[in-house]
């Protein structure tokens, strides 16, 4: 099984960084997404970290620790249209039972201030 | 391209109706198909997953059921709704059996309300 944490919310003002941790403890890792959902809009796709360090797009940096299960998705320069939940979401090795599953967090809410 | 399409966006059902609701993928052939539940302010729960015309797999006991007549078709369905079903229904898809470090792509989604 698999089990994932993250904050439930965060509040920083416009221009400001936020980094949002999520942790996991999971059997067969092998990878982890960052979704973001606006309110009543479907997740869209941010990063993924299959190996150890730090990827950036952009604004949007994600960092993965598989030794200590551990990632955080850094938003740098917020604006206002970055409010939104952001979801992390855990991968597990394909076999037959887990074909391209995914575990999902219950999302951090970003509330960004002007 | 490859787009995925789900409908409708809300729907209002009362206790006991059936439902219905269809997700299509364009662009892909063979992908793998996934339907999740979220209810208000929680994460998404995975309910069902298709990895081929006919094979679905269950990841929660429920009232609710999916088919997948063809390759790029999702169904899911139920013959008589509950309150607890209420949610934001979300269809998702990889493309040609990828693996699993591809993301999953979601449709709009369909916010059901159960009266």
């Known amino acids: 099984g698999q089990n994932i944490d993250q904050p439930t919310e965060m509040t920083a003002t416009e221009g400001a960084i936020v980094q949002i941790n999520c942790t996991y403890q999971?059997?067969?890792?092998?990878?982890l997404f960052w979704y973001q959902q606006h309110a009543g809009e479907a997740p869209t796709f941010l990063s993924y970290?299959?190996?150890?360090g730090l990827e950036e797009k952009g604004r949007f940096s994600s960092f993965l620790s598989r030794s200590k299960g551990y990632s955080y998705l850094l938003l740098k320069e917020l604006q206002m249209k970055d409010s939104a939940s952001y979801l992390c979401a855990v991968s597990a090795l394909m076999t037959t039972d887990s074909w391209g599953k995914l575990q999902f967090g219950a999302g951090t809410q970003v509330v960004v201030t002007p | 391209s490859q787009t995925i399409h789900q409908w409708p966006a809300t729907l209002v059902q009362p206790v006991g109706s059936p439902l219905s609701l269809e997700c299509t993928v364009e662009g892909t052939s063979n992908p793998n198909l996934y339907w999740y539940r979220q209810a208000a302010g929680r994460g998404l729960q995975l309910l069902f997953y298709s990895v081929g015309i006919g094979q679905i797999s269950s990841e929660v006991p429920q009232n609710l059921s999916a088919s997948r007549p063809q390759d790029r078709q999702f169904i899911l369905s139920s013959k008589k709704l509950l309150l607890s079903d209420s949610g934001f229904y979300l269809c998702?898809?990889?493309?040609?059996?990828?693996?699993?470090?591809?993301?999953?792509?979601f449709g709009d989604g369909t916010r059901l309300s159960i009266l």
């Open positions: 970290n299959v190996l150890d």
């Open positions: 999971t059997s067969g890792f092998n990878g």
């Open positions: 998702a898809f990889t493309p040609d059996r990828a693996g699993s470090n591809q993301p999953q792509h």
